[in-house]
């Protein structure tokens, strides 16, 4: 190839990718326009609707170029937790499935080391009547972050009150979790409060107990206590 041909191709070769950048970001353009549109169609002029609307433009504008990953992490929260509120006040699936992606988004990116994102998109996918996926999403931040109590808290509630799960089963989660971490004291009390509620007082005893190791001073364990030693 003459160098002249060669620079001809080399012309062609970067006409076709300022083509091309130019048609990905008219798709880009276009794809906002349209999902502007929809939305706004969506919420109406409801003024609560569009200030979360405008929380969600916000994020969506410095996610495009974030400074550094921090930023990026706080606003992929906030565009996942604010399509989360519309999708809750609207109870349209639109608003639903932009919430996920965002989490799942968010989970592909950062969720080995920041289980918010599966906490937020577990309690996303419960409201939205997805047990399976929401049971899917706590279990992995157990996985991810076995000492943290919140993911079991948030398992347990889903078995007990969503998925009508055996109090066995209930007791279990609890359970594993003080076994990894025995001093956290919100699963320490979501514990000792579960067992009472269900009359396994001895159980509840031992766990009350545990609390006020934990928390010597307060009055209302140490009543409890006597209260259930009252029972046995």
């Known amino acids: 190839m003459t160098k002249r041909n060669k620079i001809i191709v080399l012309i062609v070769v970067v006409f076709v990718l300022v083509g091309v950048g130019g048609f990905v970001s008219y798709e880009r353009?276009?794809?906002n326009a349209r999902e502007e549109q929809t939305v706004l169609q969506k919420?109406?002029?409801?003024k609560d609707l569009l200030e979360i609307y405008g929380k969600v433009k916000k994020a969506q504008s410095v996610l495009k170029n974030p400074k550094d990953?921090?930023?990026e992490v706080v606003n992929l929260l906030s565009l996942s937790n604010n399509w989360k509120a519309l999708a809750e006040l609207t109870k349209d699936d639109y608003f639903y499935t932009r919430a996920l992606a965002v989490y799942e988004e968010g989970i592909r990116k950062f969720g080995h080391k920041n289980?918010?994102?599966y906490w937020n998109g577990g309690g996303l996918a419960e409201n939205h009547g997805d047990?399976?996926?929401?049971?899917?999403y706590y279990k992995e931040s157990i996985r991810i972050a076995p000492t943290y109590g919140e993911g079991?808290?948030?398992?347990?509630?889903?078995?007990?009150?969503r998925m009508k799960k055996s109090e066995d089963e209930v007791a279990a989660v609890y359970k594993q979790g003080l076994g990894r971490n025995?001093?956290?004291?919100?699963l320490l009390l979501e514990n000792a409060a579960y067992l009472k509620s269900i009359g396994r007082f001895k159980d509840a005893l031992e766990a009350y107990q545990l609390l006020?190791?934990?928390?010597p001073d307060n009055t209302g364990y140490r009543q409890t206590v006597k209260e259930l030693e009252a029972k046995l």
């Open 29 to 31: 353009r276009t794809a």
């Open 43 to 46: 919420i109406g002029d409801k």
């Open 69 to 71: 990953e921090s930023e």
């Open 115 to 117: 289980v918010i994102y």
């Open 131 to 136: 047990f399976a996926l929401a049971e899917h």
């Open 152 to 161: 079991y808290i948030k398992l347990a509630e889903l078995y007990r009150f």
């Open 182 to 186: 025995p001093a956290d004291g919100p």
């Open 212 to 215: 006020l190791k934990v928390y």
